[in-house]
């Protein structure tokens, strides 16, 4: 079997388990969508019940609803959400382009910047700027985002009053926008730069070791060039890897940053179905997230081969 | 050998220089940054007390200045110092007459009539036919009285003849017939209405409309007091109100109308209603502010982001009222809560459902330690009666008292020792007792301290936190022996009110007990939804009030005080025990003045 069909049939058996756990999964949780959608004081009859289960079609068996599920994604319908009263595809759409203002942003911006700072440091680790660096992003990345959006927030919005302190906008204006998603795209910046500034120095110090490295620098190269156009080159490998996985966090959010800024994210939506049994807006979610992670993968597999002669030629193909 | 000490001699000036310069350099910012917070402290000193304030603080008002690009202005207009920065903007902004309230109580989607918070913030553009007052009667809001026939089956409302929805319409009993008819078709919540009402009139003589119920409903003025009323001529093209979303504007009858749900931003903004003939509110625009955080919503507060605060079934967080407190910029409206946190026993299940046992257990309990810690003082211990002081009705039964001694002596007495001395009581069956005790996320401390007082008098408890819905799973599947759960202001009202919804057992929901299977009990509710009479409904509501001490089918544990915080240069605040300060009372006389 060639390389690429043997890939092609992995993710296609990933797929296949994606929606089969994906639906599995919300109804193993503990508690009733119905009761749920009812409400905690509100009295109703045994009949309404049903009668509102059988609407829902969650009176159905388990092997019904998953035909129904499986047939309905066939035809690109997701569902109806029971709490947000829409189109499941509707409702993600709105918030997936919220949060890949949001978080896309933040996770470009942190891995350029932990990147770069991050082949500096490795490069001359000896250095007291890159020793200032590692300690810093070292400390930022044991931080609870919690917390530091809760500083950040403190000190930039309501000490300095330099910007506001919840929504995506006040008013639907990009100068409104970016006004608002100032500080949480700089906190998630932040987190992604110390994760990708720790892996890159370490990879870059690995790497600068290298007989090619050496042999650069015999060909008289500036150090500049040795990096940049030689070293980073091998030792952004790791970070493809993290930035794959990291498509999965890109779309379901970042759950503490949203709930400090008040954002309307994907990560608090995720939140309020699981807590809401919404299974149309759970399944729909986690779908797209695992179908997007899995796409970075292929991705990421592709860069490898494009970027590493080694897996081209085959010898790294099973550490890929 | 002399090149090298040269070398070193110029690498030490260097050295030296640079340190002297960023010496200077600190210095230099140091004393920018402290003359620029002395100079704003001497131009407040008229209005406020010059702050002592720390080296960040300054730090913070110097950068402050440098990106606001009022440095030069500092000197002569005197910074604003952070407690009377509220003060100043909202004084700034007099011409826009804006009320800013900030509430965690987050919507999720904008459908008027599907989201449960979003239809709690509309009382003001779509107010319900009833009320509750200050004193938790309920009275007519929309209605201006109301009768019911002797049977307790006709209930008929007279609507107030001066309401005109926002797009200039009358508002008329046809549009009351609509909205309860349509909440009864339409949504689950409601079927009750569909389930029992018969037929239903309106009379353009007096106004009014009649409702005809298949069998007597006592409570029906009550359940009136939540449904928003909707202008039929709007609504009656929408096939299904629940699935209906809309960002508005809604049209309303209330002294504001829903002008714009922006889930986006994080916000209601509700506008005068130009066709409201009532008391004319002092603001043209209400705006609800939504925080998921809730301390994120101390510190918008404390900014001047919103005048007030406001949580349906729930106080402003005991923990964050001292540092309003010390921006002297926020009052405090403070009631005592008609929902309380209680401890339910399993009275399926032995020895729990042995009064006597239960009564052990109610003085073992440490009420005021309880009520110090959870409530920081906003709160008290609670009478044996279960239903607090702010509830109509409200009898003085017994206050709990801790008293393990006589816990241990009831207990024996009962039959409970500890035969083999393991320091574990035993129960009739000769096994040693060991408790489940099921709690919400909410009150996991409360847990603990409870299983201390039950150690104290010999018995042994398990804590099991669990999350909302398992813990709805395993009580209504009776797993469990104690449980720690609330009741919240409409669930103290429903079914026969002061409580009886969460102990009967004949019903169902999510946040019951449905435990209660004593034909004494069942009677007594049965009595009060027979009857509309106050003097009758008072003497049942006494009668449950005994039945709740002398029986305890569940320890209340504390009862708290619902606390509002607002800005004090806004007055006027109500509040009712069913929603707080959100009513229309509030919205009609909270005015400006000056502090």
């Known amino acids: 079997m060639s390389e690429i069909a043997r890939k092609v049939t992995r993710y296609f058996t990933s797929l296949v388990l994606i929606i089969i756990i994906n639906f599995i999964l919300p109804r193993l949780m503990p508690g009733d969508p119905v009761k749920n959608l009812i409400g905690e004081d509100a009295y109703v009859s045994e009949e309404v019940m049903e009668e509102l289960r059988a609407e829902l079609g969650l009176n159905l068996p388990f092997s019904e609803q998953f035909i129904s599920y499986t047939s309905n994604l066939l035809h690109f319908d997701l569902g109806y959400s029971y709490h947000l009263h829409a189109p499941v595809a509707e409702i993600l759409l709105n918030k997936m382009s919220w949060t890949l203002i949001f978080v896309g942003v933040s996770v470009v911006i942190g891995t350029l910047l932990g990147c770069f700072l991050g082949a500096l440091a490795g490069w001359k680790p000896e250095r007291k700027a890159s020793h200032f660096t590692s300690f810093t992003f070292v400390v930022l990345s044991c931080i609870p985002p919690y917390f530091l959006a809760l500083l950040t927030l403190y000190i930039f919005s309501f000490k300095l009053g330099l910007f506001p302190s919840k929504g995506f906008y006040d008013t639907p204006e990009i100068g409104s926008v970016l006004h608002h998603l100032f500080l949480p795209v700089c906190v998630m910046s932040v987190f992604s730069a110390s994760r990708n500034f720790l892996v890159m120095r370490g990879s870059v110090i690995q790497e600068k070791e290298q007989l090619y490295a050496l042999y650069a620098r015999a060909k008289g190269l500036y150090n500049t060039d040795i990096l940049f156009r030689h070293i980073i080159k091998n030792a952004s490998l790791p970070i493809i890897t993290l930035l794959a996985l990291d498509f999965g966090f890109l779309f379901s959010g970042a759950l503490f940053i949203e709930i400090i800024f008040s954002l309307n994210g994907m990560g608090v939506m995720i939140y309020n179905a699981i807590m809401g049994k919404d299974y149309p807006l759970l399944q729909g979610a986690f779908l797209v997230i695992a179908f997007t992670a899995l796409l970075a993968n292929m991705f990421a597999d592709l860069l490898y081969i494009l970027i590493d002669p080694r897996v081209r030629g085959g010898s790294m193909d099973e550490s890929v | ?595």
């Open chain 2, 1 to 595: 050998m002399k090149q090298i000490k040269h070398l070193m001699g110029l690498e030490l000036k260097a050295r030296l220089k640079r340190t002297i310069i960023l010496a200077i350099l600190v210095l230099t910012f140091c004393l920018t940054i402290f003359s620029s917070g002395a100079a704003g402290q001497e131009d407040t000193e008229n209005n406020q007390p010059v702050s002592d304030e720390g080296f960040f603080n300054r730090f913070i008002t110097y950068v402050k200045n440098l990106f606001s690009g009022e440095e030069g202005k500092l000197h002569s207009s005197g910074e604003i110092p952070k407690t009377g920065a509220a003060d100043i903007q909202q004084s700034a902004e007099p011409e826009q007459a804006v009320l800013k309230i900030a509430t965690p109580d987050v919507i999720k989607s904008a459908s008027l009539v599907g989201d449960t918070s979003l239809g709690i913030f509309a009382h003001l553009s779509n107010p319900p036919l009833m009320k509750m007052d200050a004193e938790g009667h309920i009275v007519g809001q929309l209605a201006e009285n109301y009768s019911v026939s002797e049977n307790n089956t006709r209930w008929t409302f007279y609507i107030r003849d001066d309401l005109y929805w926002s797009d200039g319409e009358k508002v008329t009993p046809e549009d009351v017939e609509f909205s309860i008819r349509y909440y009864g078709e339409k949504t689950p919540w409601a079927s009750w209405i569909n389930d029992t009402l018969e037929n239903s009139t309106v009379s353009d003589a007096d106004n009014s409309v009649t409702f005809k119920f298949n069998k007597p409903y006592t409570r029906v003025n009550m359940e009136f007091a939540t449904y928003d009323i909707l202008p039929a001529h709007v609504w009656k093209k929408i096939e299904n109100p629940v699935e209906y979303t809309s960002n508005g504007p809604y049209v309303g009858c209330g002294p504001y109308y829903l002008k714009l749900i922006d889930l986006n931003a994080g916000k209601l903004i509700f506008e005068k209603n130009p066709y409201w003939k009532g008391k004319m509110p002092e603001f043209e625009t209400v705006e609800i502010h939504f925080y998921s955080n809730v301390d994120v919503a101390t510190l918008a507060l404390k900014n001047g982001e919103a005048d007030s605060y406001y949580k349906y079934a729930g106080s402003y967080p005991y923990s964050g009222i001292e540092q309003l407190e010390k921006t002297g910029n926020f009052d405090f409206l403070e009631k005592t809560n008609v929902g309380l946190v209680f401890l339910a026993p399993n009275l399926k299940k032995a020895p729990f459902s042995d009064p006597k046992f239960r009564e052990a257990l109610a003085d073992s309990i440490n009420y005021e330690e309880l009520a110090r810690l959870e409530t920081l003082g906003y709160g008290e211990v609670p009478n044996s009666g279960f239903v607090p002081s702010a509830m109509e009705n409200y009898k003085e039964t017994e206050k709990l008292e801790y008293s393990p001694e006589k816990a241990r002596e009831i207990l024996k007495k009962a039959g409970y020792s500890d035969s083999n001395g393991n320091g574990i009581l035993e129960g009739k069956d000769g096994k040693d007792i060991k408790l489940e005790i099921l709690i919400r996320p909410d009150y996991a401390r409360t847990g603990e301290l409870l299983d201390e007082y039950f150690e104290q008098i010999g018995l042994s408890a398990d804590l099991k936190t669990v999350d909302s819905d398992t813990w709805i799973t395993l009580k209504d599947s009776y797993n469990y022996d104690l449980t720690v759960t609330r009741s919240t202001p409409w669930g103290m009202l429903m079914h026969s009110s002061w409580g009886s919804g969460y102990f009967d057992s004949r019903r169902t929901g999510q946040g019951v007990m449905h435990n209660l299977e004593d034909p004494a009990f069942l009677q007594l509710c049965d009595n009060i939804l027979a009857t509309t009479d106050s003097a009758e409904l008072q003497k049942y509501a006494y009668e449950l009030q005994d039945y709740y001490a002398d029986n305890l089918p569940a320890i209340p544990l504390y009862w708290s005080k619902s606390v509002t915080p607002f800005n004090r240069h806004f007055e006027g605040w109500y509040a009712d025990p069913l929603y707080g300060i959100y009513n229309l009372d509030t919205f009609t006389n909270v005015t400006k003045v000056e502090a």
